[in-house]
């Protein structure tokens, strides 16, 4: 049984950082390629990172240069570094695994505001 839980969600004022986990229960945590995905207030689920089994990383280009994902396969855990939050930053964020099918966390609430 896999499963995924996030973490590391808030409050946060522009300008702001928050680092995000994900700590991955399913087994060849190692082989996986993990990501985070989005969804705000009214839009569709998007892509905000990758990172492969080798540590390529994929990142969207609204945040490039100020989000960083990373993995620790010891610890079977992925995050992401958050800096610069934007108040478009807002929204649920969402951990990925795909394991041959995908699995998701159940997401945490990100909010950016003064």
């Known amino acids: 049984q896999v499963q995924l839980v996030e973490s590391g969600g808030g409050l946060v004022q522009p300008g702001g950082s928050l680092r995000l986990s994900c700590v991955d229960s399913?087994?060849?945590?190692?082989?996986?390629?993990m990501g985070w995905y989005r969804q705000a207030a009214g839009k569709e689920r998007e892509l905000v990172a990758t990172?492969?089994?080798?540590?390529?990383?994929n990142y969207a280009d609204s945040v490039k240069g100020r989000f960083t994902i990373s993995r620790d396969n010891a610890k079977t855990t992925v995050y992401l570094q958050m800096n610069s939050l934007k108040r478009e930053d807002t929204a649920v964020y969402y951990c990925?695994?795909?394991?041959?099918?995908?699995?998701w966390g159940k997401g945490t609430l990100v909010t950016v505001s003064s």
């Open positions: 990172i492969a089994s080798g540590g390529n990383r």
């Open positions: 399913g087994r060849f945590f190692s082989l996986n390629v």
């Open positions: 990925n695994a795909k394991k041959g099918i995908d699995y």
